[in-house]
């Protein structure tokens, strides 16, 4: 899998010790990690990473995990992305508070790794299946992501690694206008220069992959904004 493909964890936690074992565990289990040691960097680096699950402990120095999730559950930009909060609050009360603030998971500690990282996994299913190996599917298109394959009407299609990351953005999200530098951050990757008009060389490719066994072109593009599935 390369690193754009990777599933982005964004962990916000105060104590370096459990903040560097999670790191080490999500990073052996396939995941790209940033790591925050709190809310004020997290929230930086959440502007500059886009991730895709972010484990936020409630206990932070200076602005709360509770603050901090409720920030970014507020945002238009940030409120599907799922956050699990950690927490030593055990509580009833505790739990619904934190779900209430707009957590979509919330995790006891001491906590076993190997159930968080099916709590992660668990909401990567819902907000990017293809990463878990899902298969995605688009009226007669479908995406196997696990065997890295394409099939429109049960006919296999021929795609190049680019076209199939941009394909499988599209199919995660259909319906969704992704601006040209929001397909450069999710299928190129932030570390990568490429020109914007790149983007709509690889368009074009992906369309022709799709339409090389007939049919109408399903990427839509939307006048000064992006383009879209469907």
Known sequence: MSPTEQ?????VEDEP????????????????????ENGEEALLLV??????????????????????????????????VPIIMLSARSE????VRGLETGADDYVVKPYSVAELMARI?????RTRPSSVGEKLTFENIV???ETHKVFRDE????????????????????????????????????DIYVDTRTVDVHIGRLRKALCQHGGNDPVR???????ALG
């Open 17 to 36: 010790a459990q903040r560097e074992v999670l790191a080490y565990n999500l990073e052996a289990e396939g995941f790209h990690v940033e790591k925050a």
């Open 221 to 227: 593009t939307v006048r000064g904004a992006g383009y």
């Open 47 to 80: 502007d500059e990473e886009a991730p895709d699950v972010i484990v936020l402990d409630w206990m932070l120095p200076n602005v709360s995990g509770i603050e901090i999730c409720r920030q970014l559950k507020t945002r238009s930009e940030t409120r599907n």
């Open 92 to 95: 009833e009360i505790d739990r």
């Open 121 to 125: 996994r668990a909401q990567l299913r």
């Open 155 to 190: 006919k296999l299609l021929k795609l190049g690694p680019t076209e199939f990351r941009l394909l499988t953005t599209f199919m995660e999200k259909p319906g969704r206008v992704w601006s040209r530098e929001q397909l450069l951050d999710r299928v190129w990757g932030r």
């Open 143 to 145: 995406l196997d992501a």
């Open 7 to 11: 599933p982005r964890v964004l962990v």
